[in-house]
């Protein structure tokens, strides 16, 4: 498939069905509240399996495509850092206990993987069919990093996306929970849930953040295997991170500017691919070396509020 044999396809589709399956079915069998230590253990056990698949490519496909998978998955996981503060202000809008979020997060990320394959799959063939959109693509990075390092603060509605409005519609919402179920029937009638409602918005918002993280990870690499794969093991590895960093994470003032600074770079990348080629691993060290700077920096320069509340 584009380049890749299928039989490597449905090895990586099995893993990745029964890496779910696992983790839904034995460890997220019950609902209850996942504390940090459970969330640092499964979120370390994600990047150890991603960096186990990134060794297997590296021997299996060559040092230049195990190069571009960590490189893609360093932006990738990168950028979904983002998601996070998306998750908060989702389970917040819709009063999710803390119990159920794993739940919605769950399904959410598994409509992710179905998405981001669409995206893939029409990236990668805009881009063998008409070159000259890869500008555009690299246009959108460019304008999107800009816009990310002016300092206005971002005012996000997820309980007023348009997915979310066409599913108030299509259902009756109820005001209470039923259990960890989306739908129920009542009074011959499938009514939603609030669960739902946050699923739809965690769907919508996804469609959002891949119009830049999918571009981004083609201008590292146009091998359809790699983008793909580093995608699904960045998103899979986002729940656990959630729970890990969801009150860590607003500590860092700087990540923003950070991660702007890596969408312009790869953004530029994409545009001057033509004319001045980028090797792969300058590429990784300018993304490890933006991302150690954001940490750093914010380290040593919290803001106010941050520096009042670790105290």
Do not use: C
């Amino acid at each position: 498939m584009l380049g890749t044999p299928l039989h490597i396809w449905i090895i990586f589709g099995a893993a990745i069905i029964i890496a779910l399956g696992l983790d839904l079915g034995i460890l997220h069998r019950r609902p209850h509240t996942i504390g940090l230590k459970e969330a640092l253990i499964e979120s370390a056990a994600w990047i150890s399996i991603a960096l186990l698949f990134n060794l297997w490519v590296y021997f299996d496909r060559g040092p230049q495509a195990g190069t571009e998978f960590l490189t893609a998955y360093l932006v990738e996981k990168s950028l979904s850092m983002d998601n996070i503060f998306v998750f908060l202000l989702i389970f917040r809008a819709f009063n999710i206990p803390s119990a159920l979020q794993h739940r919605v997060l769950y399904y959410g990320i598994a409509g992710a993987l179905v998405l981001r394959a669409v995206f893939v799959l029409t990236g990668i063939t805009l881009l063998q069919k008409f070159h000259p959109i890869v500008y555009f693509f690299g246009a959108i990075l460019f304008f999107t990093g800009l816009r990310m390092l002016l300092p206005r603060k971002r005012e996000l509605h997820p309980e007023n996306t348009w997915l979310v409005r066409i599913t108030r519609r299509l259902f009756p919402v109820l005001n209470e929970f039923e259990g960890q179920k989306f739908l129920v029937r009542k009074n011959g009638k499938w009514s939603a849930t609030p669960l739902l409602l946050a699923l739809v918005a965690l769907e919508a918002m996804d469609i959002i953040f891949a119009v830049d993280s999918v571009p981004a990870v083609l201008a590292i690499t146009r091998d359809t295997f790699i983008v793909y794969s580093s995608n699904v093991f960045a998103i899979l590895g986002l729940r656990a991170l959630y729970f890990a960093l969801a009150d860590i994470l607003p500590r860092f003032r700087f990540l923003h500017q950070g991660l702007a600074a890596i969408i312009i770079f790869v953004g530029t990348k994409m545009v001057l691919g033509d004319h001045f080629s980028i090797p792969s691993l300058i590429s990784l060290a300018v993304i490890a070396t933006i991302l150690a700077a954001t940490i750093a920096a914010s380290l040593l320069f919290p803001s106010r509020t941050s520096a009042k509340s670790s105290r």
